[in-house]
């Protein structure tokens, strides 16, 4: 309707141009004559008409380039949605393909470990108790058949489909559990834990033992990246008709052009990482009907901000 506008209000502007010339001509004294008849109202009509005439015209124009513009940022919009869905089309399949391909593998390795694990505590039972190579031998096979135990256990919790039992669960109990889970990570650095929460915060419909998962995988990743002393920081906050939660952490933070790549499957800054964590936990999120960011904490540091829809 307001395209349609422009054109009657150029008519409108022509006409309203027409009767003031006419009236400044007629005061000015100048008087329009056919064969000794007086004509202005004619030649004020035929001004106006002409003037109306022009004016539609040039709105005509203007609606014509409006409507160009509105029709190409529709179809900018629509080739930018066609463009995210393609490419999370690909992003789900090459999921999909991971998924089998962790599961397959993890499959294959889980079982020799358990017996390379039996197999090296019955050597130790039989090594002497005075040969301490032998025993540290022992302890660091031990250590790494644990290590890749726990990769399995990543590439089984990112190939295995997820079962949320989403229900009203409370922020401060998530928080509580959490650092409950984490209390032997945190003390081990001397962390300061800061919490930052409403007394009457909604509750949000999740499964509780799956985001307690991930709130407990984001405190062990603040745990490892501050320093000794450092600071740990859970918040929570009512927003847009959900519940925001944010996991800080005084340490170096996530560089800016990493943080488009962080929750990738696989991709790890970390030397002995596997890259599924922080993946898992989008999964989990995203399952939800949520979202999770990486950014900065105010002072340095990064900041996991997690957005879950709040309890009817």
Known sequence: MKLVRARWWGAAAGVVLAVVDTLTISALGVRFEMNGHHVSPLVGVWFGSSFALLGFLAGYVVEGRRRDRRQAEVIR?????IAATRARLAQTEKLAALGQLAAAVAHEVRSPLAVIRSAAQGLAESVPRDDEEARRAYS???AEIDRLGNVVNSL????????VDARPVSVHELFDRALLLAHEELQGKALRVR????????EVRADGDLICQVLLGLLANAAEAAPSGGEVALAAAAADGGVEIAVADSGPGVPPEL???IFEPFFTTRPRGTGLGLAVARQIVEAHGGRIEVGERTGGGARFTLRLPAAA
């Open 195 to 202: 919490r930052d929460e409403p007394p009457l915060l909604p």
């Open 156 to 163: 089984l919790a990112f190939a295995r489909p997820l079962r």
């Open 77 to 81: 919009a629509q080739t930018e949605a």
């Open 140 to 142: 660091f096979i031990t």
């Open 259 to 261: 943080r488009a790549r």
